[in-house]
């Protein structure tokens, strides 16, 4: 079973539209957890970590349920400019897993 | 302040020959990984160190060999390239959150 798993999309949402992601990770002994996004052919980027309590940044909000190991990623008023990959990504102990990215296509 | 710098950018190699990427950050960082993403598996942990002259393994960690002789610097050696090792390598330091390097482009042919 993978460490981290997420919906690869691809998803295709209009200019403004409000879109989620989701994620799910295997380890209940994992500590500390990560969106990153990742754009063509360039490294990953960290968009934002996530907390127990759940936490804003402007336009993005990220959840975490530990009891049902669930991570999300909430990106309201999409911009052309969030058009990536969005990787969720899961620490335990000094390593970190990474999903294998969901794809996000903002159209005009 | 450059960050993470990885060195090369590109490289072909044949099967059977051998290599190093280095990898350097400025950022005093104790922690440093590097990653092969390949396409559909997402970035994978080959080997990482928590501070100047450690390693450990990661999730593939054969083939490639480490050092971290300088804090600064993680090397990852490729001792007999095999064409199963062609792939970007991302490399990264941290004290909490990751910061990633440009990456290494390899083909091996």
């Known amino acids: 079973r993978k460490e981290v798993e997420q919906d690869p999309g691809p998803f295709n949402v209009p200019e403004g539209a409000t879109v989620a992601f989701n994620c799910t990770y295997s380890?209940?002994?994992?500590?500390?957890f990560f969106w990153y996004r990742q754009d063509c052919r360039k490294e990953p980027k960290l968009l934002m970590s996530?907390?127990?309590s759940g936490n804003e940044d402007g336009r993005f909000t990220a959840q975490l349920n530990r009891a049902s190991q669930y991570i999300s990623l909430l990106i309201r008023d999409s911009k052309l400019s969030d058009s990536a990959t969005y990787l969720c990504?899961?620490?335990?102990?000094?390593?970190?897993?990474f999903g294998t990215g969901t794809s996000l296509t903002v159209i005009p | 302040n450059a960050g993470v710098t990885q060195t090369p950018k590109f490289r072909v190699l044949k099967t059977g020959q051998s290599m190093t990427l280095l990898c350097a950050q400025d950022m005093n960082h104790e922690y440093m990984y590097w990653y092969r993403q390949d396409p559909g598996m997402g970035l994978r942990l080959i080997h990482y160190?928590?501070?100047?002259?450690?390693?450990a393994k990661g999730e593939v960690p054969d083939g490639y060999n480490v050092s971290r002789l300088k804090k600064q610097n993680f090397l990852l050696g490729l001792e007999s390239a095999a064409p199963s090792q062609t792939s970007v390598y991302f490399c990264?330091?941290?004290?909490?959150?990751?910061?990633f390097g440009p990456g290494t482009r390899l083909t091996v042919t």
């Open positions: 990504v899961v620490k335990v102990g000094n390593q970190f897993y």
């Open positions: 380890n209940s002994a994992s500590q500390s």
């Open positions: 990264a330091s941290r004290n909490y959150e990751q910061y």
């Open positions: 160190s928590v501070g100047e002259g450690t390693t």
């Open positions: 996530v907390y127990s």
